[in-house]
Structures are given as structure tokens and as C-alpha cells.
T-cell receptor
Framework: AQSVTQPDIHITVSEGASLELRCNYSYGATPYLFWYVQSPGQGLQLLLKYFSGDTLVQGIKGFEAEFKRSQSSFNLRKPSVHWSDAAEYFCAVGARAAGNKLTFGGGTRVLVKP | EAGVTQFPSHSVIEKGQTVTLRCDPISGHDNLYWYRRVMGKEIKFLLHFVKESKQDESGMPNNRFLAERTGGTYSTLKVQPAELEDSGVYFC???????????FGSGTRLTVV
């Protein structure tokens, strides 16, 4: 069975500082990996996804994530956060063998200090 | 293009009542998914439609939940009778093919009191 762990429930970061959100997954084969963001009052927006190929994936809003098979990780990074990045971030894993359904982590809420 | 639309955005009902949530997917999207997040827990898969057929309903919690997608367009998710533990946010998503191009709606926040 697939599982996703986001170890940090809350992270507070100063505006302009860098951000890294951790994600560890458990899956027997190469998974499809995703990061979603949910801003207040909004739906889940896809930031980026990894299916295969280059393990460093660029997404929208200046985010990137790196797939590390040896560590079963897919951490999300942004070099310089903006106040508008305050939101909840979800890592998810999926696989065609699982019928394309997604398994989500518990989410990390990011607070941005001025 | 219009996104995935869900309504109502919020619903507060009493235990034992019935509630119906609706999802309008992006036009032309054959795949429609329901997920939910109960308080403090992960977002969990409920079921997947391909057109009007249920492809996978392994995540439906019990028989109080009924999902339909008549005509392969919009979908409804009915909870009857609602219980306190059904409170949470119900998300709908759609995609044109099975290639994970999910677009999520804003969700319906259901509160059962």
C-alpha cells in the first residue's frame, strides 16, 4: 500500500527566506509524485509533478522539488518566499497500478512572517 | 475554460439529515474523482468515475454514501443519514484522460451537528 508522510505540520518562515517542505513516501515501484497547494478559500492547485526523467522538477510559482529514490523523498523548495505563499501544502503519490488515485500526506501549513 | 465547480461551498446539517453535494467537472473531462478530508486527517480518495461508470469506489466509507454521475456530466454525492464523523471537506476533481491531469474544485465544507 502507498503512504505519504509530511513530518512538519506547521512551518513558519520569514518573507524572503528559503523554504523546504519534506515529503517521504512508501511505494514498491517508481511512484508518480505531486505537490499541491491550498490557499485559504481555494481548491487544491497542482504545483508540480514527477513521473520520470530528470529528478529535479520545476513547478509554478517558483517552486521546485527533487525526487531522491534512495531516500524515498520528494521535498519541495522555494528560494525566497512571498507573503502569498502562506497556504497548506500537500504531497501526494499515485500510480497507474493503483488506478490513478492519489494518496496524500497530512499537509504542512506554512505561515509567512513579514 | 471554467474550472471544476462544487456546491454548496458550505453546508451545515443536523445528524440524521440528508445532504447532497454536487460537482460540475470541466466540460469534456471523462474522469471525475471525489476525495474528502475529515478534520485533522489526510485527504482521502472516495471514488472515481469514467463517464457515468464507477471505475473505483474502494474509498467509499460505508453505504450511507451514494455517488452518481448520470449522463457522464455532473456528479452528486449524497450522504444519508449524515453522522458527526462525516464532517469535513469534500473535494471533486476531473481530468480529460487518465494521465493525472487532475483539476480540483474548491471543495464543499460539510459540518454535521
Amino acid at each position: 500500500a502507498q503512504s505519504v508522510t509530511q513530518p512538519d505540520i506547521h512551518i513558519t518562515v520569514s518573507e524572503g527566506a528559503s523554504l523546504e517542505l519534506r515529503c517521504n513516501y512508501s511505494y514498491g515501484a517508481t511512484p508518480y509524485l505531486f505537490w499541491y497547494v491550498q490557499s485559504p478559500g481555494q481548491g487544491l492547485q497542482l504545483l508540480l509533478k514527477y513521473f520520470s526523467g530528470d529528478t529535479l522538477v520545476q513547478g509554478i510559482k517558483g517552486f521546485e522539488a527533487e525526487f531522491k529514490r534512495s531516500q524515498s523523498s520528494f521535498n519541495l523548495r522555494k528560494p525566497s518566499v512571498h507573503w502569498s505563499d502562506a497556504a497548506e501544502y500537500f504531497c501526494a503519490v499515485g500510480a497507474r497500478a493503483a488506478g490513478n488515485k492519489l494518496t496524500f500526506g497530512g499537509g504542512t501549513r506554512v505561515l509567512v512572517k513579514p | 475554460e471554467a474550472g471544476v465547480t462544487q456546491f454548496p461551498s458550505h453546508s451545515v446539517i443536523e445528524k440524521g439529515q440528508t445532504v447532497t453535494l454536487r460537482c460540475d467537472p470541466i466540460s469534456g473531462h471523462d474522469n471525475l474523482y471525489w476525495y474528502r478530508r475529515v478534520m485533522g486527517k489526510e485527504i482521502k480518495f472516495l471514488l472515481h468515475f469514467v463517464k457515468e461508470s464507477k471505475q473505483d469506489e474502494s474509498g467509499m466509507p460505508n453505504n450511507r454514501f451514494l455517488a452518481e454521475r448520470t449522463g457522464g456530466t455532473y456528479s452528486t454525492l449524497k450522504v444519508q443519514p449524515a453522522e458527526l464523523e462525516d464532517s469535513g471537506v469534500y473535494f471533486c476533481a476531473s481530468s480529460q484522460d487518465s494521465n493525472y491531469g487532475y483539476t480540483f474544485g474548491s471543495g464543499t465544507r460539510l459540518t454535521v451537528v
